[in-house]
């Protein structure tokens, strides 16, 4: 059975889940990263791919090399774009 969901328990950003999922407007496959910044509910951003029988073979490859560095490197931005809201 494959994995859907990664959690990463990060020392500077806290808990991180990576999902493997098409829930973005068009149904194309992503993989989705949910965090929490400070002062926000539970925030989300994806990598999207192609809607190709290639592009998901992209989204399972890149899901099963997902490291805590490129978990980080997706939800940084989130926490950024946060502190400007709630600064």
Known sequence: MMEFAKIFNTEEYG????????????????????????????????LIFNDSEAGYDEQEKAFNELTEDTVIAIAKPVFEMAVKFTA
């Open 15 to 46: 808990q991180l889940c990576a999902l493997l999922a098409s829930e973005n407007e068009e149904s194309k496959p992503e993989i989705r990263v949910f965090c929490q910044p400070d002062g926000l509910g539970v925030c989300s951003t994806a």
